[in-house]
């Protein structure tokens, strides 16, 4: 059975109690690491100006403490591999729904199941709605 590492653990633990329930519950099946969790300021506008998020401090879910939002890769991490995240976020999302707790997915921003309408794909996160 999968694992959290110590660092994935620690990242979590800045996250929303039911971000840490899911993902507890998609480890124990679905090998994964959480590689964001909170966000202060500086590391928000960092990634804001490379380019690797669109929104800037403070107006990411990243940025509340706790986080509601959360970056998860399936383990081992291979960004070619686009159908393995596709079929990650699958089974984060079931699980997600299985425990009550909605989300969205960087996937799938408008939430219409269609894959390939998103103008910016984040396929490593997930946020919590509402």
């Known amino acids: 059975m999968p694992i959290f590492s110590e660092r994935s653990r620690s990242i979590l633990h800045t996250c929303d109690p039911r971000l840490l329930k899911i993902f507890v519950a998609v480890v124990t099946v679905f090998d994964c690491?959480?590689?964001s969790g909170h966000r202060g300021s500086h590391e928000q506008e960092d990634l804001f100006r490379r380019g690797l998020t669109k929104v800037r401090y403070p107006f990411s879910k990243h940025n509340s403490s706790p986080s509601?939002?959360?970056d998860v890769y399936p383990?081992?991490?291979?960004?070619k591999d686009r159908d393995r995240f596709h079929y990650f976020a699958g089974f984060v999302m079931a699980t997600a729904e299985s425990l009550s707790y909605p989300l969205i997915w960087g996937g799938d921003w408008d939430k219409d199941w269609q894959v390939r309408d998103n103008v910016f794909d984040d396929l490593g996160h997930f946020e919590l709605i509402g």
């Open 33 to 35: 690491t959480v590689v």
């Open 68 to 70: 509601l939002a959360v």
């Open 75 to 79: 383990y081992p991490i291979d960004w």
